[in-house]
């Protein structure tokens, strides 16, 4: 079961904007990952965020992390048609010995 | 090698065939995973080993699917007589360590996939 919800599911914008998407999850968490995967490819890891943290940045990346209303939101800035591809959430908990992943962002950037 | 393996990329079987997906993690890394992904869906976790011992086998869907690392380096997923439904990708993960409190960085390293369509 995914635990964690992507919002929105499907995102398209032009190279150069910015892209945000949304993640939300149920249950408490020891840290919250973002992974992008291209079409037919495996999945890469972008950023991890802990739980006692509020905001991280890498890059064109900002990821931010709201315990208190258990949503973490991730921010790619200034888009690339490179950028385009299919971007999870996923949660760290309990025992911390599996990831959970969202459903999923797709996001497409045009030229 | 540099990253995780997996072989083969495509496998089509005719419905009641066994086929048997191999994983190969980064070398050294303790903690390897299997996930199941349908189109268009995130990835849905099936097992984990931590080194050879298979920790967590909550999300293997039926007993036709069977998992196993003998020396806790190369892994197999099995899947005997194989359904429609087992039509997916199938990807393998590993990290340095647990995932939580243990070395590394706490990522996953994912492999290609293994898309397997059962006919």
């Known amino acids: 079961s995914q635990q964690g919800e992507e919002d929105p599911q499907a995102l398209s914008i032009q190279e150069g904007e910015n892209a945000t998407m949304n993640c939300s999850y149920k249950t408490s968490i020891n840290n919250l990952q973002w992974y992008r995967q291209n079409s037919g490819r495996g999945l890469v890891h972008l950023i991890l965020i802990r739980s006692n943290e509020r905001e991280k940045h890498s890059g064109r990346l900002r990821v931010t992390l709201d315990t208190s209303k258990k949503s973490s939101s991730l921010l790619i800035t200034a888009s690339r048609a490179a950028d385009t591809a299919s971007y999870f959430c996923a949660l760290l908990t309990g025992g911390g010995n599996k990831l959970t992943f969202g459903t999923g962002t797709q996001l497409k950037v045009e030229l | ?119």
């Not at chain 2, 390897?32 to 999300?59: C, M």
């Not at chain 2, 993960?93 to 492999?111: N, Q, Y």
């Open chain 2, 1 to 119: 090698g540099a990253g995780v393996s997996q072989s083969p990329r495509y496998k089509v079987a005719k419905r009641g065939q066994d086929v048997a997906l191999r994983c190969d993690p980064i070398s050294g890394h303790v903690s390897l995973f299997w996930y199941q992904q349908a189109l268009g869906q995130g990835p849905e976790f099936l097992t984990y080993f931590q080194n050879e011992a298979q920790l967590d086998k909550s999300g293997l869907p039926s007993d036709r699917f069977f998992a196993e690392r003998p020396e806790g380096s190369v892994s197999t997923l099995k899947i005997q007589r194989t359904q429609q439904e087992d039509s997916a990708v199938y990807l393998c993960a590993s990290s340095l360590g647990r995932l939580a409190g243990g070395p590394g960085t706490g990522e996953l390293f994912f492999g290609e996939g293994s898309r397997l369509t059962v006919l």
